[in-house]
T-cell receptor, first 114, second 113 residues
Framework: EAGVAQSPRYKIIEKRQSVAFWCNPI?????LYWYQQILGQGPKLLIQ????????DSQLPKDRFSAERLKGVDSTLKIQPAKLEDSAVYLC????????????FGQGTRLTVV | KNQVEQSPQSLIILEGKNCTLQ??????????LRWYKQDTGRGPVSLTI?????NTKSNGRYTATLDADTKQSSLHITASQLSDSASYIC????????????FGKGTRLSVIA
């Protein structure tokens, strides 16, 4: 079974620039999560999708972050404009149908804002 | 407030030794508790998942225990190997619809020769 795919693996941008991350969940998984993990901390949920609908985006900084999951499969997370404090690993995870099922994580995208 | 607290924050042990990591949570109502292993530069990988009715679950040299009454869990690693060096994250699921997982900050384990 293929895992959760994310790209790119690494990204370095200057502050105020824009960046986008891509995630392809495990086939058939209805729930997709984006997490932000700052060095030395546990992942923090940014947004949770159920199919192509948003379930929880309460911790997403909506003035600069946006995410979409068109057709309920792939998802993109965008930051515009980036700030220095956005430097982190952005993890995508998926589960079969909601948080009660096991969540499988991608390898993450390490973002460095300089 | 739903929280997951892990201890110790970091731990260094010699190869071949055993160790135990702790997780205390205040999440309620509680559905399940998971332990993840996260290697540096990688995404978390699930080790165990336990519901409130389970007391222990093993996965090779990893054994997780759960006391739902005291809201405590532990992850015991037996005969540690260098490859066990990683962060171990405790994650608790709220038993309330589509609410998100609650993550601990993790314990950073270093196994040295």
């Amino acid at each position: 079974e293929a895992g959760v795919a994310q790209s790119p693996r690494y990204k370095i941008i200057e502050k105020r620039q824009s960046v986008a991350f891509w995630c392809n969940p495990i086939s058939g998984h209805a729930t997709l999560y984006w997490y932000q993990q700052i060095l030395g901390q546990g992942p923090k949920l940014l947004i949770q999708f159920q199919n192509n609908g948003v379930v929880d985006d309460s911790q997403l900084p909506k003035d600069r972050f946006s995410a979409e999951r068109l057709k309920g499969v792939d998802s993109t997370l965008k930051i515009q404009p980036a700030k220095l404090e956005d430097s982190a690993v952005y993890l995508c995870a998926s589960s079969l149908d909601g948080p009660l099922d096991a969540a499988f994580f991608g390898q993450g995208t390490r973002l460095t804002v300089v | 407030k739903n929280q997951v607290e892990q201890s110790p924050q970091s731990l260094i042990i010699l190869e071949g030794k055993n160790c135990t990591l702790q997780c205390n949570y205040t999440v309620s109502p509680f559905s399940n508790l998971r332990w993840y292993k996260q290697d540096t530069g990688r995404g978390p990988v699930s080790l165990t998942i336990m519901t409130f009715s389970e007391n222990t679950k093993s996965n090779g040299r990893y054994t997780a225990t759960l006391d739902a009454d005291t809201k405590q869990s532990s992850l015991h690693i037996t005969a540690s190997q260098l490859s066990d060096s990683a962060s171990y994250i405790c994650v608790v699921t709220w038993n309330s619809g589509n609410t998100p997982l609650v993550f601990g900050k993790g314990t950073r384990l270093s196994v040295i020769a």
